[in-house]
């Protein structure tokens, strides 16, 4: 399909119907890398974005070795050191930071990753990424168009045929919804998604830590959720901290006084010297999966499919591999002479996410539960299995494969992951 307008009688009024291959429906981060990664493969689509919005992205994200290999393949990786922190080390504990926790050769209690000292993932700001990805965009020869309202979509046998309040229409084979968590596209698709809710929200925000990080992540899990800090820059944290919805409003409410000291609390003394530089803002936890992943004519990427708990700072990076994955299977489609609603595109994407995305959800969703037994309404593990502890993890054979797993590239391989 070629994209052109064609001009239909409707009554007295004419309707222009723009013909396209491919619409990309969303307005984040993982519309933005998705049209990027199009634009790379030279398959040519047409994006629809909801009416702009003041959505600031105060979030920073954690930026795994396959997914950094991808951004700099699409020439989104221009971060400056000043820009992007490595993360050399992860320490996750229940308990209380002792004054060496960012010391590597200390004895800290929990579990300790890495991969011999070697860079993990890179934190960086999700304003910036954004704004590599409109700059890179704005040069694509595709078109960029605003829709109005809910779109109405029908799914027929001659392909897709999406229209708006202010009637706009478009004909197209294949739409890739990247609208997010609560994506209109999939609901009103029918796909059924499940909820894995656990009833949190996360607090972020911006903390000075007066000291060295030495580009240590660290995170304590608590009854009530995980507090991670990701270091930024030399002496900075962005910090995530996740609440049952009851505690998350007191403590988004406390002045900023009262929110340090619980920080301090919360991390240990050796925290003491913090202070907070920046705002913060709380962000809804909706973890959830849509198995299908798609039907004929439609295919989820990023929180539309899967939207994950923060705590593994994943959710963005299986948003990556999901791009990566569908131009892969769009690009031999398209080599073999086949429409982009062909069911084989939507198999060959499940099979080749569907072990990826499991994994890290019964991780992240295994830990969220084990830990943070204060969110749901019954207890699934016994106090016992809590108790044992990271510490006992931290002796496993399998916590090298997990830190690898982390890294990315392990469950999933496309093009894009190649070395540039
Ligand atoms: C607190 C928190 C911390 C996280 N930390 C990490 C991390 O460290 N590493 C990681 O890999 N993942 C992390 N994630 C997950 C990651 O943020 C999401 O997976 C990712 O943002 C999904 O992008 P998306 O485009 O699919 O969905 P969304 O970002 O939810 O975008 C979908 C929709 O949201 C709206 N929207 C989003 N951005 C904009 C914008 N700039 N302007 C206007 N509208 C917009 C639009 O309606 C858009 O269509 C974190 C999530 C949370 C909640």
Known sequence: MQTNNIKILHGLNIIMVHKTPIVVVGNGLTAEVMCSALNYFGLE??????????????????????????????????????????????????????ENCFNRNSETSGLHFSLDGEIMAWTIENENLFKNCQKHNSKSPSLIENYYGNLNIEYTENGVVINDIRRKKWHTELIIACDGANSAIRESAGLRSTSMAANQEAIVARINLNRLHHNFAVQRFLPDGPLALMPIRTQE??????????????????????????????????????????????????????????RPGLILA?????????????????????????????????????????????????????????????????????????????????SSLTNIGLGIMDSLPIKKQLAKIAAGGVLTSASLFSDV
């Open 45 to 98: 689509y047409t994006r629809l974005l909801s009416q702009r919005n003041d959505f600031v992205d105060t979030r920073t994200t954690t930026i795994n070795i396959a997914s950094q290999k991808m951004l700099s393949r699409l020439n989104l990786w221009s971060f400056s050191n000043k820009n992007s922190t490595e993360i050399r080390n992860i320490l996750v504990s229940q308990y209380k930071f002792s």
């Open 237 to 294: 944290a962005a910090l995530v901290w996740s609440l049952s919805k009851t505690k998350s409003a007191n403590i988004f409410n406390l002045s900023e006084g009262e929110f340090k000291r619980k920080i301090i609390n919360a991390l240990g003394d050796s925290f003491k010297k913090m202070t907070l530089c920046s705002e913060k803002k709380i962000w809804g936890l909706k973890p959830s999966v849509t198995r299908s992943m798609g």
């Open 302 to 382: 990023g929180d539309s499919n899967h939207s994950i708990h923060p705590l593994a700072g994943m959710g963005f990076n299986l948003a990556l591999a999901d791009v990566a994955v569908i131009c892969d299977c769009l690009s031999s489609a398209k080599k073999n002479g086949l429409s982009f609603s062909h069911p084989s595109i939507l198999s060959e994407y499940r099979a080749r996410r569907r072990l990826e995305v499991e994994a890290i959800i019964a991780l992240t969703q295994g830990l969220n539960r084990l830990f943070s037994y204060n969110s749901f309404k019954f207890k699934t593990f016994p």
